[in-house]
């Protein structure tokens, strides 16, 4: 299934991915090794190029220590080959264990060298700051990262869950200092959760040229429109724990939404909620996952869907 992907660029890096990001947090979770290897062979043969991962994907699971995406898509990379027709990005930060979190020097270098490992690969594309450490100054953090790009371990930085202050005071830092900025943000974003991001933090990226790499783009699957009511949360191991939540008057106004455009496209909602968030200007790419390859070949044809202004305006609207 070859779709008609435009390249896009990561904020003002040579960086360049097509507008969905595979979100990897299900490799070695709840995709097996031989359902992530169809899942990465599937997008990259559809035209996709970009694998978001993380240090602490999946230490919430019984048994794990973190460590288990990055070592499922380093075995997929060391069968498969091709590791320059493929956008790598990783993170480092979030609590592995007690002492083993945050973005002091030490701390970054010992786990890209433990990501790179994981990875089978001598360098990272984008590695990000997964959260911000205001006990660390950020000229400390990102002379950490200059030093790792001059040794050429790391191409591009970014950053994920920053706020606008911060993310503000963190690239006035890098222009200040002459080190590298942080190119692209990961923001929690999808047409529930919106709050968080439009306004002050949408406007700086926009007006920075920082790229933007949401995350929860689906809302952990209630954008799928496969949760209709309580009844449907036992579908998915994250049903009860995240989709409840959203099973509120305004998730059955965005519901009515997409299914009114799925009514009138042939759209699934799946497709709709993507492409409004490639309708959004500050968007560069959605990270989205998938657990079978019917499933991803769906969410990737969100890529050809082109939402006119009314279904944006009525989306925009229903989740106001």
């Known amino acids: 299934m070859e779709i008609t992907v435009d390249k896009r ?12 990001m595979f979100g990897g947090n299900v490799f070695g979770w709840t995709a097996d090794e031989a359902t992530s290897f169809a899942l990465l062979d599937a997008f990259v043969a559809a035209g996709f190029n970009a694998i978001d991962t993380a240090d602490v994907y999946s230490v919430w699971v019984p048994g794990h220590t973190g460590g288990e995406s990055e070592a499922t898509i380093g075995r997929w990379l060391k069968a498969r080959g091709g590791r320059d027709k493929v956008v790598i990005a990783t993170k480092v930060g979030m609590e592995m264990a007690p002492d083993r979190q945050g973005l002091k020097s030490d701390y970054i270098r010992a786990s890209v060298e433990a990501s790179l490992k994981r990875l089978q690969t001598d360098y990272i594309d984008l590695y990000q700051s997964h959260k911000d450490d205001e006990t660390v100054p950020l000229a400390d953090t990102l002379g950490t990262y200059a030093r790792l790009i001059e040794e050429g371990k790391v191409r591009v930085i970014g950053a994920s869950n920053y706020e606008a202050p911060r993310l503000a005071e963190a690239l006035a830092v890098a222009k200040h200092h002459n080190l590298p900025r942080y190119e692209t943000l990961q923001p929690e974003y999808n047409l529930y959760d919106r709050a968080k991001f439009e306004g002050p933090l949408a406007e700086l990226c926009l007006a920075e040229n920082i790229g933007v790499i949401n995350y929860f ?31 509120d008057d305004k998730g059955h106004r965005i519901l009515a939404a997409m299914d009114a455009i799925a009514a009138r496209t042939g ?54």
Do not use: C, H, M
């Not at 660029?9 to 969905?20: C, E, H, V």
């Open 267 to 320: 759209a699934t909602p799946t497709q709709i909620a993507i492409a409004w968030l490639l309708a959004k200007p500050a968007v560069t790419a959605p990270i989205a996952s998938a657990t079978s390859v019917t499933q991803l070949d769906e969410l990737l044809k969100a890529a050809d869907l082109k939402l006119d202004a009314e279904a944006v305006a009525a989306l925009d609207q229903a989740g106001a």
């Open 217 to 247: 783009s689906l809302a952990s699957g209630f954008l799928t429109g496969k949760y209709r009511g309580e009844a449907d949360l036992s579908k998915s191991v994250r049903g009860p724990r995240r989709v409840k939540a959203y099973l």
């Open 9 to 20: 660029k990561l904020g003002a890096s040579q960086l360049a991915i097509a507008p969905i």
